[in-house]
């Protein structure tokens, strides 16, 4: 609880400097590039403490964290700039990979270790929805029970309990999950073998649809990231629910579910590539059509070896455990993106 209040408390300081996350775009700015240092260091310290990381591990942690903070604070940004939103939207990403290290206690190079983090992560995603479910509706009554009295209590909840909340459920969500494995996990399988038929079906019917009225897909920013966001949904789901299932069980209908969902994000991956495409060849490069190309690159390369694995486990050419290692093997290659959009894109794209 400490350190949810300790997250809830840095969100807070950028105002002891006059800056408000309600003002103007140059202090929303400021808070969407340390967004990630307001929350992850306190729970990289929380799981270098519980898992006992060596001290060469702890320093190289450190040293990320410092790093990556004064290129955010110390970069010429523009406030409403392409490249300070691409690289405050992938920053968090790659940190938060990076937190997984003191999640392992340094092992991260364990395919277990790292199976064991995505496992986190996903349980750790729900946990984390649920609260902040109950925070919306807590904001909801306590704005109504205040009006009753003629107080407005909506400046209250936009300037603390809102931020404040937001950081602090991200602290203890994960706590939650540490300390009740069981309760979250069963739930967490649940909810993935619910969703994974939902989300074939909402695939299946986009693709019928897009034939039937022979459409193109557009690639306008806002659906490039849409849509991305949706395949990066899609991925997060087959990984939690392969790093649910026993390997050593045979081929079964979920498995069989679970290849039509990677076919049809492969397909409408490529959809989007090739509207990416159109787009760069009629107006050229900018930051966020490389970044999206890159990142439905990176997914093409993920889903359609993914797919042949699968294929290769339903004729009984392999077990199931590639499916496994692949994923495990592939979490790097997004680390390392994230941080090639935070570090490298502002300086090619001149901070724009």
């Known amino acids: 609880m400490s350190l949810a209040i300790a997250a809830g408390v840095a969100v807070k300081i950028p105002e002891l400097f006059g800056f408000h996350i309600t003002e103007d775009s140059a202090d929303i700015s400021l808070y969407a590039r340390n967004f990630s240092f307001f929350i992850l ?21 450190t040293g990320a964290f410092l790093v990556t903070a004064i290129i955010m604070n110390l970069y010429p940004f523009k406030s409403e700039g392409d490249t300070v939103a691409l690289a405050a939207l992938h920053l968090p990403i790659a940190l938060w990979f990076i937190t997984g290290i003191a999640y392992t206690a340094g092992r991260w190079k364990e395919h277990e270790q790292r199976m064991g983090f995505m496992r986190f992560t996903g349980e750790w995603f729900i946990q ?3 609260i902040a479910c109950g925070g919306g509706v807590l904001m909801l009554f306590t704005m109504f029970i205040f009006e009753t009295i003629g107080i407005e209590a909506e400046p209250f909840m936009e300037a603390w309990m809102l931020p404040c909340g937001a950081v602090g459920a991200i602290i203890i969500s994960a706590l939650l999950v540490e300390t009740r494995h069981g309760i979250i996990r069963n739930m967490a399988s649940i909810l993935a073998r619910l969703f994974t038929p939902l989300f074939v079906i909402l695939f299946l ?18 659906l490039l990231i849409g849509l991305d966001l949706l ?15 026993d390997p050593q069980a ?6 069989g579910l679970q290849f039509i969902l990677i076919v049809c994000a492969l397909i409408v991956d490529i959809l989007a590539l090739c509207a990416i495409a159109v787009r760069i060849t009629e107006f050229g490069f900018s930051p966020n059509k490389v970044a999206a190309l890159g990142e439905n690159i ?23 455990t590639p499916i496994e290692r692949w994923q495990t093997t592939y979490i790097p290659i997004y680390t390392f993106w994230a941080l090639v959009v935070v570090v490298v894109f502002p300086v090619v794209f001149g901070f724009k």
């Open 128 to 130: 984390y929805v649920l």
């Open 298 to 320: 990176i997914l093409l390369v993920n889903l359609a070896w993914s797919a042949v694995l699968y294929v290769r486990f339903m004729i009984k050419r392999s077990v199931f």
């Open 231 to 245: 395949l990066v949904l899609v991925l997060g789901l087959h990984l939690y629910s392969i790093s649910t299932r």
């Open 41 to 61: 260091p306190f729970l990289a310290g929380y799981f270098a403490w519980k898992h006992s990381i060596s001290k060469p591990n702890l320093l190289w942690l």
């Open 250 to 255: 045979p081929y079964n209908l979920f498995d």
């Open 205 to 222: 019917v986009f693709l019928i649809t897009l034939i039937w009225t022979d459409s193109s897909m557009k690639a306008e920013r806002e």
